[in-house]
């Protein structure tokens, strides 16, 4: 039976990776399709393990010229052989585009990330579909919404077993943090973890949160570490060594653990906080501070509910 993953993100390559490899799928029946408007080297790294996973992979790097990016990608989708689909971002264009060829009889879903888990965000919507996108879908032929892929999926495979799911009921744990690195390190190290700014703040907002996680940076000791968000790489911080690694902050992190037997883990409460949250030798520290949009306390308050208690809550308007 062949299988085709439609991904988009770095994490959604570690979960398909892990699907495939829980279920024993074979390489030779698995397709990858994975669709991005992004290209560095994190998306470059996830995209090539996980296309060692399948016998047929496509990076479709999309400009979003509408109609010839959608045009083209149906082309793509339209070559390969599939029976099931297992897909995350359950409203991207590409994902509806697949389903609505109409070559599947089996549909899986799996975790996108916290749009999972926030009862406001997108996914937790019916059709998830703006009338401009809606639109321009229809003339492709799509016959699908969220809503329906609620109602096909046959499972939902999620990182998240603790949380309640907007996309499915019926979930299946799987964990892409059961081989986290621990060596012989000694003493602690501090990280701060960035975020894509410009969707968690106000414009106005974002140079004050810059500054006061500089200066807040300077109170952490001597092993203080940056990572960037995969679509926000650009960003630095003064006084910390910016990690620049084709990884993901999971998988840096661990690698971390190899060197420092704790890692003291900063953010806004991050999707890589809430994936690290009961990992031995991991503190998580919440970092608030105002002009945050209101999807960044929802993900407080989401964490509240799984039971997850940071070591620290810190208020930045104190270092601002």
């Known amino acids: 039976m062949k299988s085709l993953f439609i991904c988009g993100t ?16 074979a390489a030779e029946d698995c397709s990858l399709f994975f669709y991005s408007g992004v290209r560095n080297r994190k998306y ?21 010229r509408f109609p010839s990016y959608l045009a083209k990608a149906k082309r793509i989708l339209s070559d390969m052989e599939y029976t099931s689909v297992y897909l995350a971002s359950v409203n991207s264009v590409f994902s509806l585009l697949a389903l609505s060829l109409k070559k599947h009889s089996f549909l899986y879903t799996f975790d996108d990330g916290t749009a999972n ?8 919507a019916t059709f998830g579909l703006t009338m401009k996108k809606f639109l321009g879908l229809k003339v492709f032929g799509n016959s699908y919404s969220i809503d329906r892929i609620r ?32 060596g012989v390190g000694v003493g602690e ?16 907002a974002i ?24 679509r926000d790489e650009e960003v630095t911080l003064r006084n910390c060594e910016k990690l620049d690694s084709e990884k ?19 953010g806004f409460c991050s999707s890589a906080q809430i994936n690290m949250a009961h990992v031995a030798g991991v503190s998580n520290v919440f970092l608030t501070i105002t002009g945050a949009k ?12 799984a039971g997850i208690s940071p070591a620290a809550v810190i208020d930045l308007d104190s270092y601002g």
Not at 10 to 25: F, R
Not at 117 to 124: D, F, H, I, R
């Open 294 to 305: 209101p999807l960044v306390w929802e993900m407080y308050d989401l964490a509240s509910q």
């Open 151 to 182: 109602k096909e999926s046959l499972a939902h495979y999620t990182i998240y077993p603790d949380f309640k799911n907007n996309i499915s009921h019926n979930l299946i744990p799987v964990t892409i943090l059961d081989t986290v690195n621990r």
């Open 207 to 230: 140079p004050r949160v810059i500054d006061s996680l500089e200066n807040f940076s300077t109170t952490l000791g001597k092993h203080v570490y940056f990572i960037p968000h995969p």
């Open 44 to 64: 470059d790294y996830y995209y090539g393990l996980l296309s060692e996973r399948c016998s047929k992979s496509v990076f479709y790097f999309c400009d979003f």
């Open 248 to 266: 993901i902050a999971e998988d840096v992190i661990s690698d971390l653990l190899l060197q420092f037997a704790s890692v003291n883990l900063h």
């Open 10 to 25: 770095p994490l959604q390559s570690l979960i398909a990776a892990k699907i495939i490899e829980e279920n024993d799928l």
């Open 189 to 204: 190290c501090a990280v701060i973890l960035g975020t894509v700014f410009r969707e968690a703040y106000e414009t106005a």
């Open 117 to 124: 888990l926030s009862p406001k965000s997108s996914y937790a």
